[in-house]
């Protein structure tokens, strides 16, 4: 029996990635539109790696000038997205071609029927099946630490529903399936981050200024939202940010973001709001009981 232990082997992982999207081959004005970002995003996603996406680009880009960007920002570039002459570019500068695959759009919320004068009962949701974006975040199910820097999704960057089905010979109805939320129940102070993976994140509690909630599906705050949130981390449009009281950094779903450098409109600054996308539009909406 051959009892010599290996030098390495081979185990599965995952790794988030941030995907940059280029509008523009002139590294004067990608790094002019690098430094606003992350000045505007601080270290939401400083130290995270990154796939360049160049796929939008028909002039031929400084990879060198523009790796050296990125790296200048904290932001290590691990892959890339391009064609042609580009993708040979980006070759010949150290960087490896990767596929990125589109999450599939979250189901509509399902009801329960009842019968009249009897309450329809919310379905509550369940994780959909991982889906990858430039890759998925190495946190096994959810990640909470002290001082750690920032994270998601550049330019661009599940509630999952699932009804329970009732046999009309039964007698009682099937008992509904437990919501898989990560449920955080303390405030999070200044440099704290948590990540839901594959499912929505429920805050109760105070989210402090410079603490980050990031979720792939829905973020929740029930109390006062002073950091950062970002909801629909791997690209799901429908995810939304909920929360009891609107006072945060900044918010994010999808990758679309907007910093919050000035008081809101005072019908949401410090009340209860909504989050979500309107297109690439991000709107910030009373939520009115």
């Known amino acids: 029996m051959n009892t010599e232990s290996l030098a390495l082997d081979f185990k599965s992982a995952t790794l988030y990635a941030i995907r940059v999207v280029l509008h523009s081959a002139d590294p004067e004005h990608l790094e002019a539109a690098l430094a606003k970002r992350m000045a505007d995003a ?32 904290n932001l290590p570039p691990i892959g890339v997205v391009a064609e042609g002459a580009n993708l040979q570019a980006a070759r010949e500068a150290g960087l490896t071609p990767v ?17 009249p004068n009897d309450v329809a009962t919310p379905v509550p949701s369940v994780p959909a099946a991982a889906v990858e974006t430039a890759a998925a975040p190495t946190e096994a199910a959810a990640e909470s630490e002290a001082p750690a820097p920032g994270k998601p999704d550049s330019d661009p960057l599940p509630a ?4 329970n089905a009732t046999s009309a010979a039964s007698p009682t109805p099937a008992a509904p399936q437990s919501s898989s939320a990560l449920v955080i ?17 429920v805050v109760i509690g105070m989210v402090s200024q410079g603490a980050e909630v990031i979720a792939d599906g829905n973020v929740h705050v029930y109390g006062p939202l002073r950091g950062k949130a970002m ?38 600054q410090n009340q209860p709001a909504l989050v979500r996308l309107d297109g690439d539009t991000l709107r910030i909406e009373a939520l009115k009981a």
């Open 160 to 163: 999952r529903e699932a009804s």
């Open 99 to 115: 596929e990125l695959s589109t999450p599939p759009a979250r189901p509509a919320p399902v009801v329960d029927t009842a019968p």
């Open 185 to 201: 129940t303390k405030p999070l102070r200044s440099g704290q981050r948590v990540y839901a993976r594959h499912t929505d994140l």
């Open 42 to 73: 601080g270290s939401f996603f400083e130290n995270e790696p990154v796939v360049i996406d160049a796929s939008r680009v028909e002039d031929t880009l400084d990879w060198t000038a523009l790796v050296a960007a990125l790296r200048g920002h």
């Open 231 to 268: 909801a629909g981390a791997r690209g799901d449009t429908s995810a939304r940010i909920f929360t009891t009281h609107l006072d945060a950094e900044l918010l994010a779903v999808a990758g679309v973001y907007r910093v919050v450098e000035d008081k809101l409109d005072r019908t949401l």
